[in-house]
């Protein structure tokens, strides 16, 4: 069973404006989760995380956001830009209970136009 | 300093045959994980090494994947018997185990094609 879903294959934005990545998932047990940005030809790059602690994340214009009870998280780039241009992975954890295996979504295809 | 990195970046075998994987983590990274990634998919965790020790091989699919980290630091992923459905892209991932949260880096990958 797919526990982390990233419902949207791709997604297309104008740069300057916001874009708005989503995922879902279904194992309450997940305490720690992350985005991962991953360019042609190379490994995933850790992007963003946040503990389930808490609900807002922010590093500069890159914003994860979750939402617990919707088993929902989201991140939000502003201003998007044309380098942003990648795939991005939703990954999660259950770091309390079984360490570091992290389970990955089918990922989104984000391209910025100019 | 030097990420990880993966060799070979591409192997291409016949069915039936065996490969090794080969994957060096950031210098001083303890833990070192294994996922596969198939085509449109998310990276799939196979195995994770904590020091020379296996500290989860849950996601290995059959005793035909064997991984090593004899010394702590390089590993080594052992696929037996290769079979067309093992192509993927094989990713590896160190993290220095620290404090509260773990940040994995990632290698770019070895591109496994068995044709």
């Known amino acids: 069973d797919q526990q982390v879903k990233q419902n949207s294959p791709s997604l297309s934005v104008q740069e300057g404006r916001i874009s708005i990545l989503n995922c879902d998932y279904t194992n309450s047990m997940f305490d720690y989760f992350l985005w991962y940005k991953k360019y042609p030809a190379e490994g995933p790059t850790f992007l963003i995380s946040?503990?389930?602690?808490?609900d807002k994340n922010e590093d500069g214009r890159f914003t994860v956001f979750l939402n617990k009870s919707a088993k929902h998280l989201s991140l939000h780039i502003v201003p998007s830009q044309p380098g942003d241009s990648a795939v991005y992975f939703c990954a999660a954890s259950e770091w309390e209970t079984s360490g570091s295996r992290l389970t990955f979504g089918e990922g989104t295809q984000l391209t910025v136009n100019p | 300093g030097a990420g990880v990195s993966q060799t070979p970046s591409n192997k291409v075998t016949e069915k039936g045959k065996y490969v090794e994987l080969r994957c060096d983590p950031i210098?001083?990274?303890?833990?070192l994980y294994w996922y596969r990634q198939s085509l449109g998919q998310g990276p799939e965790f196979l195995i994770y090494f904590q020091g020379t020790g296996a500290a989860d091989d849950s996601g290995l699919p059959n005793d035909r994947f064997f991984a090593v980290r004899p010394e702590g630091s390089v590993s080594t992923l052992k696929i037996q018997r290769t079979e067309r459905g093992d192509s993927a892209m094989y990713l590896c991932a160190s993290s220095s185990r620290q404090g509260a949260t773990d940040t994995q880096y990632f290698g770019p990958g070895t591109r496994l094609t068995v044709l």
């Open positions: 946040i503990s389930s602690i808490k």
């Open positions: 210098s001083g990274h303890t833990a």
